[in-house]
């Protein structure tokens, strides 16, 4: 609760002081899914100024910039200490640098709404991974979800019209599925493993972990940096470094203290879907019958997912 008040100061929320906690971390999480869907097609138009490995590279300095900024100057920087290592390493290099920039090269091929769908997969493979690593036995429900989510999967790539010649397209595509995998072992390691440490506190050390090997893969694979220094350039990477991944990061963390966990779960599936929405509106993306059909079919699996975990946190 306290990162939330202190975030709430900053928005002036707590002005309104007939507002609860609930509604005050409803509002917060609100906005933050608005400017998390907003980021697959801003991502999308900052790729025409900036190469991708670069681009995933200068939003994660701008992100752990903005997060040592802030709690240097509110007294609240944490010093990591050598049990969260292992956090600090799998979130910053898998969920938040191999994420980012499988995300951000397929977007180089793929369409930004599109992305943001087949991004957003990740509780789909929780579940498989779970039974094969922890030995979990799954529910009909969790199994009926799984079919449904990835039956969303093969309608989006719609066997019909997918042009399956087209390696670079084909490739991309799996980029993303592969960028949700890793986040989906990001969120078993999370489930698995005791922190006293809050994700606030790790977040800035995890966007420098991520940070300062993008920029040695970046200059080995894209030469000198690529960013063209436009205003459009920098207006972009300060929508994607302090908003979509500090301030984002920060208001869903600190939102999920209040929220239960089904609410939250079942609010984030609004970000692919606003994705989906923006891109179509300001990108002009074509909404076609397969991406509409997928997206409803993914959204609709991993609900009933977040649903069955909810029921059987309920009973136990």
Known sequence: MEHLNTLNRHLKIDSLPQLSATTKAMLVLFVAIIIWGGNWPVMKAGLDHITPLWFSMIRFALGAATLFAFQISTKKLYIPRRSDLPLILSIGLVQMMIFTALGAMAMTQVAAGRSAVLAYTTPLWVLPLSIILFHETPSKQQIIATLLGLSGVIALFNP???????????FANGMLLLAAFCWSICILHLRHTRSK????????????????????????????????????????????????TAFCFCAVNDASRVLAGATMSTAILGVPVIGLLFSTWFLNEPL???????????????????MSANRRDTQS
């Open 160 to 170: 019909f019209s997918f042009d399956w010649h087209n390696s670079s397209l084909l």
């Open 197 to 244: 440490a809050t994700a606030f506190q790790l977040a800035p050390w995890q966007m420098l972990i991520a940070t300062l090997p993008l920029i040695v893969l970046a200059y080995a694979f894209e030469g000198p940096f690529t960013g063209n220094g436009s205003l459009a350039f920098w207006q972009i990477c300060l929508y994607l470094g302090p908003l979509a």
């Open 288 to 306: 076609t019958l397969s991406l509409i059909s997928g997206t409803a079919l993914i959204s609709g699996g991993i609900f009933f997912l977040i």
